[in-house]
């Protein structure tokens, strides 16, 4: 069983407010990933993490930030949330030289 | 690029029936072939993996094969449970930092 956690599991606030959502993981895995996923089901990677002090863009563009500064945390922080910021956010880890990842619980944002 | 192509659902089954959902890739190299089960409200959970060409990844009664010959990873049931209602993901690794390249889902619903 992967432990990896998200908070908060859901999340509702208004346009123009700072987030950060969290995730962390207790496998000290190296790599970390966040997925943005719509309500059509798909997954669109939005930034990942090779390990500390790494951060690159994923897939698809987005407005949020992420930074690595311990291994075990990834928080994704969106400086001025929109309403087109509504999705599910899913965090995930895996370990070095292995390629399946370990996804956690997700956090649900509703932007109004 | 590499790719994943999923059938379309919702797939809609009576309990103890048959399942399948198709899945093909596109892919340089040899990839790992990835089925991942979404409940929900829930984030995303390796159900099973298959890592060469020929092999056979099983997991709570679910199972595929990868067939590099016609590029596809099918998961297989014999017979489906009410439980077994979920989203559906399958996946590849591709030779791009161990990044995983999602299909679009496929959501399963199993009536009694």
């Known amino acids: 069983e992967a432990d990896i956690y998200q908070t908060p599991r859901y999340l509702v606030i208004g346009t123009g407010k700072k987030i950060t959502l969290e995730c962390s993981q207790t496998?000290?895995?190296?790599?970390m990933y966040w997925y943005q996923q719509d309500p059509g089901m798909e997954l669109h990677l939005i930034h990942y993490s090779y390990g500390v002090n790494s951060t690159e863009k994923g897939d698809l563009s987005s407005e949020s930030t992420v930074s690595r500064i311990r291994t075990e945390h990834f928080p994704l922080t969106l400086e001025s949330a929109r309403p087109s910021h509504t999705s599910q956010y899913l965090c995930?880890?895996?370990?070095?030289?292995?390629?399946?990842?370990?996804f956690g619980p997700g956090t649900r944002l509703t932007v109004t | 690029g590499d790719s994943v192509t999923q059938m379309e659902g919702p797939v809609t089954l009576s309990e103890e029936a048959f399942l399948t959902i198709n899945c093909t890739y596109t892919a340089t190299g040899y990839p790992s072939l990835f089925w991942y089960v979404q409940y929900p409200g829930e984030g995303l959970q390796l159900l099973l993996k298959a890592t060469k060409a020929d092999d056979k990844g099983s997991n709570k009664g679910f199972e595929a094969t990868y067939r590099k010959e016609t590029t596809s990873f099918h998961l297989e049931k014999g017979s489906v449970q009410v439980s077994d209602s979920a989203v559906y993901f399958c996946?590849?690794?591709?030779?791009?930092?161990?990044?995983?390249?999602f299909g679009q889902g496929t959501e399963l619903s199993v009536k009694p």
């Open positions: 995930a880890s895996s370990e070095w030289g292995l390629d399946e990842q370990y």
């Open positions: 496998m000290g895995h190296d790599k």
């Open positions: 996946a590849l690794s591709s030779n791009q930092g161990g990044k995983l390249i």
